[in-house]
T-cell receptor, first 113, second 114 residues
């Protein structure tokens, strides 16, 4: 069974640009969550989607958005990039509505110059 | 609000020695607790989890953790460290209200000295 796949793995952008990251969950998983990981702030929850609906949202500005498609694949978008957006963005999928195990992808490492 | 505190951002142990990584949580409702491990340039892998039932939980690679409600703790242990255990370890909490919104600790970097 294939794991969680995130693309791209690495990317470099400049301030003011926008970026879209993609996540394909484990087959059959309907929940997809996104986390931002930085050395200073650790792992912070961005949002969760279940069956194309956003269920929870973390404390991030509106520049961070996401969506989920009918096949459970998810994308997150960050507009007007800032230097502080440099981070590892992790996607996690789950088969349950909550408190089940999260299966993480390897992440997309974003560098903003 | 939920939170997790991991005492010790860096822990060093000798190969073969006991591994003890500390985690304390704060939750106003019964918590679900998790330990994840992260190797360089990789995502997080679940080591073990506590949801309900037995408070001593056994995980992969010889790790175990004990849920102590009175101490609000969920410390991770392994009797004998192996070089391959060197990694970053994260404790996390969630509950039925927050579902798949996990709150993570800041992590503990484990170094194993040969």
């Amino acid at each position: 069974k294939a794991g969680v796949t995130q693309t791209p793995r690495y990317l470099i952008k400049t301030r003011g640009q926008q970026v879209t990251l993609s996540c394909s969950p484990i087959s059959g998983h309907r929940s997809v969550s996104w986390y931002q990981q930085t050395p200073g702030q650790g792992l912070q929850f961005l949002f969760e989607y279940f069956s194309e609906t956003q269920r929870n949202k973390g404390n991030f500005p509106g520049r961070f958005s996401g969506r989920q498609f009918s096949n459970s694949r998810s994308e997150m978008n960050v507009s007007t990039l800032e230097l502080g957006d440099s981070a590892l963005y992790l996607c996690a999928s789950s088969s349950s509505r909550g408190t089940g195990e999260l299966f993480f992808g390897e992440g997309s490492r974003l560098t903003v110059l | 609000a939920q939170s997790v505190t991991q005492l010790g951002s860096h822990v060093s142990v000798s190969e073969g020695a006991l591994v003890l990584l500390r985690c304390n949580y704060s939750s106003s409702v019964p918590p679900y607790l998790f330990w994840y491990v992260q190797y360089p340039n990789q995502g997080l892998q679940l080591l073990l989890k506590y949801t309900t039932g037995a408070t001593l939980v056994k995980g992969i690679n010889g790790f175990e953790a004990e849920f102590k409600k009175s101490e609000t703790s969920f410390h991770l242990t392994k009797p004998s460290a192996h070089m391959s255990d060197a990694a970053e370890y994260f404790c996390a909490v969630s509950d039925k209200r927050t579902g798949n919104q996990f709150y993570f600790g800041t992590g503990t970097s484990l170094t194993v000295i040969p």
